[in-house]
Structures are given as structure tokens and as C-alpha cells.
């Protein structure tokens, strides 16, 4: 659909930060509905004392002045002791080469025959949009015209703005493209949209813009769209994880106060979100998903002459319609009931599906009566394979899928006998991705890496089926003498955990070698091989090891995977990336002293259990914007919309496991821990940056050493422009050099 339905967008809301620093026998699935044993942690009768009275709950005051004072006093300490350190001053020359770099590949989407992009390098900071034609793109120089300049806007406005994607629309036998351009004050999540003419390249004087929420559009035709948005501005209709439930019809000269209610959900849910789709007809049909936990949806056709809900299962995602047939891919086991129209031939109306398949029905079947059509299976994976999504082009339907973690893509067709698959060649192995799709174009760009691998961009022709490399990167770090091993650990209840090591080859195996462990385990999220060129140039080029956990939690091996570290049962993700570590240490790879973790947003919350849990086993832990008061995650910002991934605390049994876990309740002034370094953003308005602020001011009321690191700005990703990522990078790689490499003698 022309908006990938957004239930989607509630999951990549907190999966995106796994994009901070990293740019990311058969596998068995435990039974997922016995919680793992846990031992409550020492410390338990500390942590009720810090749920009883929470002295440092000033430091949720997201611009309180004492607050503030207290983040500008800390920015200043780190930042002299790390600037100060030798290697810091190289480092950021790195990071800020790469960073500002025009050697990088203009990834694209194309409208009408024009390839359109977003670039950001030394100039211009904040970014320029720009196009070219589809010929002129295929060149090693492109003739760029810029489309919207946004530093030139941001000073023209004197704001600090961040562009956030823009939805553009041209119905079919119109004149013009209009598009919703979204910009965010200084990386927030809260955007405003401004209605563009992308023909005449100017802002529509006059035309449709929202105030700042968090918020969603779809267009139905050039003069109405849907709007899921704060309406009163008052936050009355925004969910308690801070998202839209009320979705209105919006008309062109009405005043956005003025639009009309279609669809009103609960305030206890995630969100409602907007979806709008032109069919091959050239008729728009629309509807609402309202995500009634951050897992759990229903998805509701709003244009028929009724509300009428698509008969999926709750945990399910709907696709795109290819040749008349919608697609869904399945997160729960699923008995599809068909209807019959004879019963005496018919026999058995019902069909079993697994969680992971992909699903597909007639679509215009369902339209015509609102019920269930018969279902067929499109694509079941085996247990080392993962169903990532389909993707449309004017021909074709294209399934990404994992498999052992990295990527194929195949190619689907509906036959007679069910649905025929062909796989698309692919350089080696490693990650491919569809970088653009569009019903409208019959080119394909596919985005193929490794972790020795640069990227590169390869042309699929729907037509004649043939790949071409249409533009690669070149190396960005010396690969000479690296080797990559997918190994695998133990786990506490003998699960089998794959990790990725890359390295030289031939390191002596005493346990001395400087090794950074990375890992999220959440949301579904797959961690797969991918090309770092920050971490090549300020790890492995200067001998260290790097190691990618794919523990459960995570994607990589479907539903089962994710769901069998959720709520109660997620002492599994921290006992698989501890299986990992330990597994380092008998291999003689490296040892604790050597051994250091990152990871963001959940993947911060991994790190602030492993450095309660395991302190040591580490010397050094990133912890990048994190969650880490488990025990008030759900009244901060965007958290009460991960209650179905880690438990409630207001439930009396699921606070119970949270107690065990939660990382600022177990600190313990006593316990010898590594030294942290602390990195979150005052902008990010997902993951509160309380979080990381309480946690360290237990350090710093302890005497113990920690290091912290707040960007004023930057939303999520704790940094609002490429400047501000490399500067991050570089403290972040100059801690860990420090920390992890032998002292020489």
C-alpha cells in the first residue's frame, strides 16, 4: 500500500535506533509460555527502596534547569576527559571524513521517471533533496537539481529542522505531485507537515499543514486526506504511549480543527494510524490500523459504505496487493474458516497456517462481500529462515527473507498450483535489502553489503530479470587479513545462540585481543551482516575484534524467535548475550579485561542488565540512549507502547519479573562495576532521556567512575546531523580503545 500500513510504524519506533553505531545444526525455539527461572539478584531489597522514594525523579524534567545544570556538568567532565584522551583528536578526524563524505551512494526513489534523494555532507548539514532524471542517476555523475534545501529553510525560518521523509502522491490522470513534507524540530519524533508542490519545487501557499505531534497523513485525492494527529493540542486525544486515537477526514480550505471524525479508538491503545492505497483501478481505498498493543492490530477498511475489519488475526501485518491478491504475514499460529458455496463438494473449509508464513487472499473478493476469502500459503520458512516482507514493482512481487541470518530475495508468482518462487542472484553472502519498489516502476534497486562488503547498489530489470551493479562503494577500511566466522554459543537452557566474529586471522587466542561485543534481542529486529565503515576505520583497522550477537529477541529466525524472550520470558535475551560473552572467554578470543558492549534503546536496556547482572564479565559497556527504570518505562514518553514486549509493572506479577530486571532498581552502591559511558539525547522524545540521567546520577552518588554524554539535540538516534554523529562516534571508539586495548610495555 502507498503507506505501508503503520502498525508497521509503531514497530520502528523503537527499533530504529539500532542503527546507532552499528548501521547496522537447526536453531531450537524454546516453548514460550513458561517464564525462564530467575533468580532474584542480591540487591532486591535495595531495589524496593529505590521504588519506594525515587530521589533523582527531578531528572525526568526533561528541560528542568536543574536538571539541565546537572546534564551540562556532566557533558563537561566526560567530554575534557575524553577529548583529552590520544586518540580522540584522530578518531573524530575519521568519523567526521566519513560522516562528511561525498564517496556515498545517493539511495533513491523514483517518481515519473526522476530519481529523488536526500543528501547530506560537510555543507549542507542539515540536507538537501534533490533529483535527477533516471539515465543521468545511472552515470558515476549524476546532474543533480535540488528540490528543497533545508539548511537554506531552517535558516530562512530560523528553526533547527530535521527532515523526517516526505508522502507523496500523483493520482493516476492528474498534473501534478503533491507531497506531505515532514520536518522535526531538532530530531524529535513530534513533526510538522507542510503540503509541497514537488513540480513547482515551493510549498503550497495556502495549503494543508499540521501543527507538531506525533502524527500520520495519507492522501486520498489532491484535495483530502486522512490526519491522525493531536487534535486539541492538549494531548485528550493522544494514546498513553503518546500517539494519535483519533483519525479525521480532511478537506482542502477546511481548517484542520474543523475535520471530520471517521474512526476514534481507545486511549489505551498504542495508536490509530491512517492508510491509503490507489488500486491498479486507479481507485483509492482507505482505512485506519488501530494497534491495540504494540504487537496486536486491527486493520479497518473505511471506504465501503461500512467500517468493515480485514478478517486477520490480531497478530499479523498486512502487505500490499499484488495481482489481486493481499498479502499477510502471520505472527501467531492461524486457522483460517472459508467460506463455501457448495457445501457438499467443499469438505474441510478451514486451513492451518504457522506463525512466520506468508499469506495471501483475493483481494477484491474480500471488498465485494467483507468476509474471508480462501487463503493460500505463499512462503513458509524453515527454522534458520525469517520472512522479512514483499515488496511491489510494476510486475512483481519480491520476498526478502533471512536465512541464517543473512539475506536472499525471491521473486513471487501466482500459478495454477499455488505460488512459484525463483531467487534473484545476489553478489555473495551478506545483507541485501530492497532499497525502492513501486507498482509504477519496473526498476527495482536492491542494496547488497557485508561486513567486509561496501555497499552496493544493484538495478533489477523486472522485465528481463537481469541484475546489474549500478554503483558500489569502494573500501573504506583495509580488509586485508580479516576474516569473518559465524560460531555459535550455549545458552542457560541450551539454546543454540549464532554470532558473527570478525577479525584477523590467525590472532593468537590468549585472551588478550580488544573485542566489542554488540547486541539489541527486541521487537523482532534482525541484526544481519552489514558493512561499518566507523568501525573499520576506529576498531578493526587497529586490531580489535567485532562480534554480532544474534540472540533471541531479535527477527532472525522469525516470530518464534522474538517471542521467546517477551515479558516474563526475557531473562532468555540477557542469559543468550551472556552465553555469548562466555563463550569468547573459553575460546580464548578475548577475556573480561578486553571485552567491552554497546548497545541503544533497547539494546541500552540490554546493557544496563548486563552491567547489573555481569559486571564481570566487561571493562567497558556503551549504553546509548537507553531504557533502564523498568519499573516507570510505561509513564515516560512513547513507553507505554512496549508493555506487550516487556510486561506492565502496574500488574502485580509481570512488576514482579521487572523488579528482577530492571537496571536502576538493581545498582548496588556496593558492587564493583566497569566504567560506563552514558549517551542519550535532551531531544529524544521516545526514550526518555530520565533514563539514562538517573541511572548514571546513581553512579556518580555511589563515588563511582562513569562517563555521560547528552546531545541538547538529536532526537533518537542522539544526533540531528552528520557532525553530531561523528563527533558521538569518536567519544564512543576513543572510551573503548581506552578501556579494551593492552597497555603496551
Not at 57 to 65: K, N, R, S, T
Not at 587 to 594: A, M, N, Q, R, V
Request: with cysteine.
Amino acid at each position: 500500500m502507498r503507506l505501508a500500513i503503520t502498525a508497521i510504524a509503531a514497530a520502528a519506533l523503537l527499533a530504529a535506533c539500532t542503527t546507532l553505531t552499528h548501521p547496522a545444526g537447526e536453531t531450537a525455539v524454546p516453548d514460550t509460555e513458561n517464564p525462564a527461572e530467575i533468580t532474584p539478584p542480591a540487591s532486591s531489597a535495595m531495589a524496593a527502596a529505590v521504588v519506594r522514594e525515587d530521589p533523582y525523579i527531578w531528572l525526568e524534567e526533561v528541560e528542568g534547569e536543574d536538571a539541565l545544570t546537572w546534564v551540562r556538568g556532566q557533558n563537561e567532565r566526560s567530554l575534557a576527559e575524553l577529548e583529552a584522551l590520544p586518540d580522540y583528536a584522530d578518531n573524530l578526524a575519521k568519523t567526521l571524513e566519513l560522516a562528511t563524505s561525498d564517496d556515498r551512494i545517493p539511495y533513491g526513489t523514483i517518481r515519473d521517471g526522476m530519481v529523488y534523494n536526500f543528501w547530506q555532507d560537510e555543507t549542507n548539514t542539515r540536507g538537501l533533496w534533490r533529483r535527477t532524471t533516471l539515465e543521468s542517476y545511472e552515470t558515476d555523475a549524476p546532474d543533480w537539481e535540488t528540490v528543497l534545501d533545508f539548511d537554506q529553510l531552517s535558516a530562512d525560518e530560523d528553526k533547527n529542522w530535521v527532515y523526517k521523509g516526505a508522502d507523496c502522491f500523483r493520482p493516476k490522470g492528474a498534473s501534478k505531485t503533491l507531497c506531505m513534507v515532514s520536518l522535526s524540530d531538532g530530531g524529535k519524533d513530534a513533526i510538522i507537515q507542510r503540503e509541497f508542490d514537488l513540480d513547482t519545487k515551493t510549498f503550497v501557499d495556502g495549503g494543508f499543514v499540521t501543527r507538531e505531534a506525533k502524527q500520520g497523513t495519507a492522501w486520498i485525492d489532491h484535495d483530502t486526506m486522512l490526519v491522525g494527529t493531536d487534535w486539541g493540542g492538549d494531548g485528550s486525544t493522544l494514546t498513553s504511549s503518546g500517539y494519535p486515537s483519533v483519525v479525521k477526514l480532511w478537506t482542502r480550505g477546511q481548517a484542520l480543527e474543523d475535520a471530520t471524525e471517521i474512526y476514534a479508538g481507545d486511549l489505551t491503545d498504542v495508536g490509530v494510524w491512517p492508510w491509503a492505497t490507489e488500486r491498479d483501478d486507479g481507485n483509492v481505498i482507505y482505512g485506519v490500523v488501530e494497534a491495540d498493543t504494540f504487537f496486536t492490530s486491527q486493520y479497518w477498511l473505511l471506504s465501503s459504505e461500512t467500517p468493515v475489519q480485514y478478517p486477520v488475526p490480531a497478530k499479523s501485518t498486512l502487505g500490499d496487493e499484488y495481482k489481486g491478491w493481499q498479502f499477510v504475514t502471520l505472527q501467531q499460529d492461524w486457522e483460517a474458516s472459508h467460506p463455501c458455496s457448495d457445501a457438499q463438494a467443499c469438505g474441510d473449509t478451514s486451513t492451518s497456517f504457522k506463525i512466520g508464513d506468508l499469506i495471501a487472499f483475493n483481494h477484491q473478493d474480500f471488498l465485494d462481500t467483507g468476509k474471508l476469502p480462501y487463503v493460500q500459503l505463499v512462503f513458509r520458512a524453515n527454522g534458520r529462515q525469517a520472512v522479512n516482507g514483499v515488496s511491489i514493482a510494476k510486475g512483481a512481487a519480491l520476498l526478502s527473507i533471512n536465512d541464517n541470518v543473512a539475506s536472499k530475495i525471491l521473486r513471487l508468482e501466482p500459478t495454477m498450483d499455488g505460488w512459484a518462487t525463483t531467487e534473484i542472484a545476489l553478489p555473495g553472502t551478506g545483507q541485501a535489502s530492497i532499497a525502492f519498489a513501486d507498482k509504477e516502476s519496473e526498476t527495482v534497486f536492491i542494496n547488497f553489503e557485508g561486513f567486509l562488503t561496501p555497499d552496493s547498489l544493484l538495478k533489477y530489470d523486472v522485465t528481463s530479470g537481469d541484475v546489474s551493479s549500478l554503483k558500489s562503494l569502494p573500501a573504506k577500511f583495509d580488509t586485508t587479513g580479516l576474516v569473518v566466522h559465524q560460531k555459535e554459543a550455549t545458552s542457560k537452557d541450551g539454546t543454540k545462540i549464532p554470532y558473527f566474529a570478525i577479525h584477523r586471522e590467525g590472532i593468537e587466542l590468549d585472551g588478550k585481543n580488544p573485542t566489542l561485543l554488540y547486541g539489541y534481542g527486541g521487537f523482532e529486529v534482525s541484526l544481519r551482516p552489514s558493512y561499518s565503515a566507523t568501525i573499520g576505520r576506529l576498531w578493526l583497522e587497529k586490531g580489535g575484534i567485532y562480534v554480532l550477537a544474534n540472540i533471541r529477541g531479535g527477527g532472525e529466525f522469525g516470530p518464534a524467535w522474538h517471542q521467546a524472550g517477551l515479558k516474563g520470558n526475557r531473562q532468555r535475551i540477557y542469559d543468550d548475550f551472556i552465553a555469548v560473552g562466555e563463550d569468547l572467554h573459553q575460546l580464548g578470543i578475548t577475556s573480561p579485561d578486553h571485552l567491552g558492549i554497546m548497545g541503544g534503546s533497547n539494546g541500552g536496556l540490554l546493557m544496563g542488565v548486563m552491567i547489573t547482572q555481569a559486571p564481570q564479565m566487561w571493562n567497558a559497556v556503551v549504553i546509548q540512549v537507553p531504557l533502564l527504570d523498568m519499573l516507570r518505562y510505561h509513564k515516560l514518553l512513547a513507553g507505554a507502547s512496549w508493555i506487550d514486549e516487556y510486561g506492565d509493572p502496574d500488574i502485580a506479577e509481570e512488576r514482579a519479573f521487572l523488579e528482577t530486571i530492571s537496571p536502576y532498581q538493581n545498582f548496588d552502591a556496593n558492587a564493583d562495576y566497569p566504567t560506563p559511558l552514558f549517551v542519550t539525547s535532551t531531544k529524544d522524545d521516545r526514550v526518555h532521556p530520565g533514563h539514562a540521567r538517573k541511572m548514571a546520577k546513581l553512579f556518580e552518588a555511589a563515588g563511582k567512575p562513569f562517563l555521560y554524554y547528552e546531545n541538547i539535540d538529536g532526537g533518537h538516534s542522539a544526533a540531528a546531523n552528520q557532525k553530531e554523529r561523528a563527533k558521538r562516534s569518536a567519544l564512543e571508539f576513543t572510551y573503548l580503545y581506552e578501556r579494551l586495548f593492552p597497555v603496551s610495555e
